[in-house]
T-cell receptor, first 111, second 117 residues
Framework: GENVEQHPSTLSVQEGDSAVIKCTYSDSASNYFPWYKQELGKGPQLIIDIRSNVGEKKDQRIAVTLNKTAKHFSLHITETQPEDSAVYFCAAGGSQGNLIFGKGTKLSVKP | DTGVSQDPRHKITKRGQNVTFRCDPISEHNRLYWYRQTLGQGPEFLTYFQNEAQLEKSRLLSDRFSAERPKGSFSTLEIQRTEQGDSAMYLC???????????????FGPGTRLLVL
């Protein structure tokens, strides 16, 4: 069935360093790839998304890249700050109109 | 635009009881989704509505689960005869379906955390 793999499951970086989270998906028909940030006790919050007609998208310190051939997409956060600490989820658009989520990456940014 | 809201935020119930959750989507959003999230996992799709029509259901949605969106605005998710395995965060999301057919952005509510004792 449709599946999204996400790595790493935990990531610890120093403030100011970059963080990279990688995802692979199984359904070649997927054409929409959002990233969500979830803080403790809250719902997921969209931080950036990319569609399959674009290879890269950037929004200030956050960028996402997509390789449709390899079915890979990645989230890059530069100049990390303590408030970036949270769980990050990648997702791929599923055939039912739903989103298929990865298992999440817990990012810790140490001051 | 106040975002997606869910009520209650927390619910503790005893096994065998029925529970009902409510979701109010962003106004003018015609699609509404229900997901379930267990600890350490990503959200898993349960079902979704376009206006008042329930268009898809996941295999995760057993016969004990029922969802409605009677007027195409708010939605309710009911779980009958709750089991301990139903303990999870129930998330609602809404979106505006695009005429182009491209997948639209889903905005999530804060969730309802259910604990079944």
């Amino acid at each position: 069935g449709e599946n999204v793999e996400q790595h790493p499951s935990t990531l610890s970086v120093q403030e100011g360093d970059s963080a990279v989270i990688k995802c692979t998906y199984s359904d070649s028909a997927s054409n929409y790839f959002p990233w969500y940030k979830q803080e403790l006790g809250k719902g997921p919050q969209l931080i950036i998304d990319i569609r399959s007609n674009v290879g890269e998208k950037k929004d200030q310190r956050i960028a996402v890249t997509l390789n449709k051939t390899a079915k890979h997409f990645s989230l890059h956060i530069t100049e990390t700050q303590p408030e970036d600490s949270a769980v990050y989820f990648c997702a791929a658009g599923g055939s039912q109109g739903n989103l298929i989520f990865g298992k999440g990456t817990k990012l810790s940014v140490k001051p | 635009d106040t975002g997606v809201s869910q009520d209650p935020r927390h619910k503790i119930t005893k096994r065998g009881q029925n529970v009902t959750f409510r979701c109010d989507p962003i106004s003018e959003h015609n699609r509404l989704y229900w997901y379930r999230q267990t600890l350490g996992q990503g959200p898993e799709f349960l079902t979704y509505f376009q206006n008042e029509a329930q268009l898809e259901k996941s295999r995760l949605l057993s016969d004990r689960f029922s969802a409605e969106r009677p007027k195409g605005s708010f939605s309710t998710l009911e779980i009958q005869r709750t089991e301990q395995g139903d303990s999870a965060m129930y998330l609602c999301a809404s979106s505006l379906a695009l005429q182009s057919g491209a997948q639209e952005t889903q905005y999530f509510g804060p969730g309802t955390r259910l604990l079944v004792l």
